[in-house]
């Protein structure tokens, strides 16, 4: 086991309140693209300012609801990975665990995360783009026109948030409680390049939490981590959760 697992470990067992922010690093062992990564990201292939703001819906909805629904039939045929596994199991052994997410796919909760927060919204979930209530949309819908509120008839589309919008208030109060209240935050799988989401580590560190990042490349948060485990996250949370498990308290 490496020096820097163990330490983690020992201070995961310690805590009495960890938060984890994960983002898309997280899903990319179970074949979901990532958005920042230089050759497989989404954002290599795609303009973010054509698929994922409000601008862009209302220019070209039916463009922007067929990207997503491409998005949401490969995270359906996607399956929780080892790491989304052992968070799951960190979270049964330790005495409270808050998992924040930028994901929208709901492979956390798929592997059987619980209370999680939503930051970002989540993919399979379908709103009135006017009232935001929620909409089931029956399988074979269409793909060639954007389905319609039967409310009052507005566009419907996905419940993520886009680049310019705000994030749901009740994630929002919801992860900044667990970011002041926590000892430890640890960072997963993400850029921290996106803000908010990016500023909960800041705002754990002002409130006294030690800072963590599992991550195989180097990010802005990297020079302001107490612990660091350079890594893919489906390898790492596996071997950290035995570590965490022979711990005895
Ligand atoms: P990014 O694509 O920006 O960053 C992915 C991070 O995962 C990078 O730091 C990679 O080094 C790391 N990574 C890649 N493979 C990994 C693996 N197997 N294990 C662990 N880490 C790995 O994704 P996010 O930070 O989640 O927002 O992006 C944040 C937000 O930007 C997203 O929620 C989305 C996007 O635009 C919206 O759409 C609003």
Known sequence: MSEPLAQ?????RDAAHVGILTGAGVSAESGVPTFRDAQTGLWAEYHAEDLATPEAFARDPLLVWRWYAWRRELVAAAQPNAGHVALAGLQRILPRLSLITQNVDGLHQRAGSEGVIEF??????TVCSVERCEVSVPDDTPSDEVPCCPGCGALLRPDVVWFGEAIPVEALQAAGTAASACELFIAIGTSAQVHPAAGLADLAAQNGAM???INPEATPLSGRTDYVLRGTSAQLLPALLQAVSAIKK
Do not use: K, S
């Open 8 to 12: 983690l470990a020992a201070r995961l």
């Open 120 to 125: 970002h919204g989540n993919i399979q979930r």
């Open 211 to 213: 800072l963590a990042e």
